[in-house]
């Protein structure tokens, strides 16, 4: 079973190699974004759409990623330069840098959305709403719980 497992979460790599996904990574203007940028403009959002909402620090998005804190600030800098991200400070402590999406920033956002959710679609054409519920529900569990490993000193 767990060799099943492992193959199906190999061939899955598809997902983030499909030749499509550049129509979102190349900006109107052609320049070409980093998959990166994507994934940390999605984790400032996700943290300031949290209930309640949180201030998107470097080490937020490095905790979001699941990457180191040095990692995550040259993602991050590299969203800067590319103009997705603005870096401002903290309103109760100045030393604290925050994070936010520029209007570039929330417009990418969307197209990966967009994107994301018309792919879904259309791999899950044929299937029940019961499965699709299930398997987000097993992996959301699943992602749970490699955070958890990996965050607990499991290997990297």
């Known amino acids: 079973m767990l060799s099943q497992l492992?193959?199906?979460l190999i061939r899955?790599?598809?997902?983030?190699?499909?030749?499509?996904?550049?129509?979102?990574?190349?900006?109107?203007?052609?320049a070409r974004?980093?998959?990166?940028?994507v994934?940390?403009?999605?984790a400032i959002h996700r943290l300031q759409d949290a209930d309640p909402p949180e201030v998107?620090?470097?080490?937020?998005?490095?905790?979001r990623l699941d990457v180191a804190p040095s990692t995550a600030s040259r993602l991050v800098d590299r969203a800067v330069r590319a103009g997705m991200v603005a870096r401002g400070t903290a309103a109760a402590?100045?030393?604290?840098?925050?994070?936010?999406?520029?209007?570039?920033?929330?417009?990418l956002l969307g197209r990966a959305f967009l994107f994301r959710t018309r792919y879904l679609e259309q791999v899950l054409k044929g299937w029940t709403r019961d499965d699709v519920a299930t398997l987000a529900r097993l992996l959301d569990r699943f992602a749970d719980a490699v955070h958890t490993y990996s965050g607990a000193g499991g290997d990297r």
């Open 93 to 107: 402590d100045s030393r604290h840098v925050t994070l936010t999406l520029t209007p570039g920033g929330s417009a």
């Open 56 to 63: 998107a620090r470097v080490g937020d998005v490095a905790e």
């Open 6 to 8: 492992d193959d199906a």
């Open 33 to 37: 974004l980093e998959m990166s940028t």
């Open 39 to 42: 994934l940390v403009t999605d």
């Open 12 to 30: 899955l790599r598809r997902l983030w190699q499909n030749p499509s996904i550049d129509r979102i990574l190349v900006e109107p203007d052609g």
